[in-house]
């Protein structure tokens, strides 16, 4: 019974002394993400212009689907979402198994330079990208000096080409990201596997889909709702490359949702409804890639 006792006693104070290594981590955890999370909530059925918010259930939310700047910023995010991630993804799986190759001289090199753009501000790359595809900017100097076009491409005041600016931006940024995730996958291997394939007469291609891919799906599938998560908060690039212009043709959810906090007659009830609209999206996004998975595994 003593010894039982001691036991239980032994126990509950592991479990103390557990808890008091994370408790500060878990109350600032609390304050910092769950208490804002949870205010947010509770805004979004607010509505007024500053603090001036009376509770009016759910007429925000029924406003989204009337709302044509939403529409649209939901919209040109889905455009950078459906375009921008599925090359990234591949851009950065194609990298990745060339940098996996022990026969490459200067690995070390190339590694770092692809990653490096990732660790860059984002403020400052996205002005020097701005520059770069500026009328009389680098991009079109060198494009006319190849002959390649005859006048200048509008990348940033043209509707289509400053989507495809801001796409280039992004995938020039995040690609690294990606890249050091699938590499370190690859790394972990055995190479025996591909032995064993080459000796059956397995092609290159061949091993790639039917070893590579497979063996690499769980992290395909987590570099695929990270990246998706990033796209629909998307903000930085947009803002400082082309301001959410011309017009509205630019503009994300997220420059959406800070216009209506703090551009325009701040309602933060609306802002905040708006927020929440990317929470859904992203657990319903995010829902469809494990069923995809799911169903491909089974």
């Known amino acids: 019974m003593k010894s039982a006792n001691a036991t239980l006693h032994s126990r509950r104070r592991s479990g103390l002394t557990g808890w008091s290594f994370v408790l500060i981590s878990v109350i600032l955890i609390v304050i910092f993400y769950f208490y804002p999370m949870v205010e947010a909530l509770i805004l979004s059925f607010q509505t007024g212009t500053g603090t001036n918010l009376v509770f009016t259930g759910l007429d925000n939310y029924k406003r989204l689907f009337q709302d044509a700047t939403f529409i649209t910023s939901v919209k040109n995010t889905f455009i950078y979402l459906l375009v921008q991630v599925p090359v990234m993804i ?9 940098l996996n190759d022990s026969k490459l001289k ?3 090199f190339f590694r770092t330079a692809i990653f490096l753009p990732c660790v860059t501000s984002l403020v400052a790359y996205s002005i020097v990208f701005k520059y770069l595809f500026a009328g009389n900017g680098l991009v079109n100097t060198f494009l006319m000096k190849l002959h390649l076009i005859s006048a200048p491409i509008e990348w940033i005041t043209d509707p289509f080409w400053a989507k495809i600016t801001i796409i280039i931006a992004i995938t020039w940024r995040w690609t690294g990201y990606n890249m050091i995730f699938y590499l370190s996958a690859l790394q972990n291997i ?14 290159a291609t061949r091993q790639f889909f039917g070893i590579t891919i497979p063996l690499l799906r769980p992290i395909i599938l987590f570099t695929s709702i990270t990246s998706t998560i990033g796209t629909l908060q998307l903000f930085d690039e947009v803002m400082n490359i082309t301001k959410g212009g011309p017009g509205n043709a630019t503009q994300t959810i997220s420059q959406y949702i800070y216009n209506l906090s703090f551009k325009y007659s701040a309602d933060f009830g609306y802002a905040a409804t708006v927020s929440y609209s990317i929470v859904v999206m992203i657990i319903l996004l995010s829902f469809l890639q494990f069923k995809v998975a799911g169903e491909k595994n089974g």
């Open 106 to 108: 200067f690995k070390g």
């Open 190 to 203: 055995d190479n025996s596997i591909y032995e064993a394939a080459r000796i059956d007469g397995a092609s």
């Open 90 to 98: 591949v851009l950065a799986l194609f990298i990745s198994v060339l």
